[in-house]
């Protein structure tokens, strides 16, 4: 059986499944046999694509229009497809960049492992890079992480602010605009500084 996917970005209407579809319809899917998403590739929760998947059986093959109507990124793109492929399911590609794409046939498996040898190249870039720039900050006496939420200016303010019985910590957390799980890290109920703030102030523990 063949089973198709369409997928648009936006879900305003401004954009239309219908070429996709014609092409689906063309390449011998059956209408009802289609499943589509108004979503953003790069989202996770996708529902029509989640049951398109539950509903391909061994020997079925999934057709899309272009490569990326499917993947948020090449490496999910060639995580779902050895998937299919392990469960015996075909891939077809009808246009674009991946037109050539057919896991069905040998040339299309081939030209698919490529896709999958890039994938890994990229895994292993990013690795790679995120390692060095660890280093170089290290070198430099700095440690990699996420920078942090408050200011030194803030930390103070945030002190001053919860050591008084009358702030409202809701208002002072969109003041500083910040969580209130956030503020805590930093700040206890009574204005005493906790770890994330004696860090940025540069007090030792």
């Known amino acids: 059986m063949l089973i198709g996917y369409a997928r648009v970005s ?6 239309m499944l219908n070429l ?33 998947l539950k509903a391909l059986r061994s020997g079925d093959t999934l057709i ?30 009808l ?3 991946g037109a050539n794409i057919d896991t069905t046939t040998t040339n299309g ?9 890039l994938a890994e190249f990229e895994r292993d870039l990013i690795s790679e890079r995120t390692k060095a720039g660890l280093a170089a900050a290290r070198a ?27 702030t409202v910590v809701s208002e002072l957390c969109k003041e500083l605009g910040i969580t209130k799980p956030t503020l805590y890290r930093y700040v206890g109920p009574d204005g005493s500084l906790r770890e994330f703030g004696k860090k ?3 007090i030792k523990q």
């Open 95 to 97: 246009a674009g960049q």
């Open 140 to 166: 430099r006496g700095r440690k990699g992480g996420a920078k942090p939420s408050l200011t030194k200016a803030q930390i103070r303010q945030a002190q001053a602010s919860m050591g008084k019985r009358e």
């Open 20 to 52: 996709q579809i014609d092409a689906l319809l063309g390449a011998g899917v059956e209408k009802n046999h289609i499943y589509t998403d108004h979503a953003s590739g790069t989202k996770e929760d996708r529902p029509g694509l989640q049951a398109c």
């Open 10 to 15: 936006k879900a305003d209407g401004s954009q």
């Open 200 to 202: 940025v102030l540069g």
């Open 109 to 117: 498996k081939l030209i698919f492992g490529i896709f999958a040898v």
């Open 64 to 93: 899309v229009w272009k490569l990326d109507r499917l993947g948020r990124n090449l490496k999910h793109l060639v995580t779902t497809t050895h998937e299919l492929s392990n469960q015996d399911i075909g891939f077809r590609v």
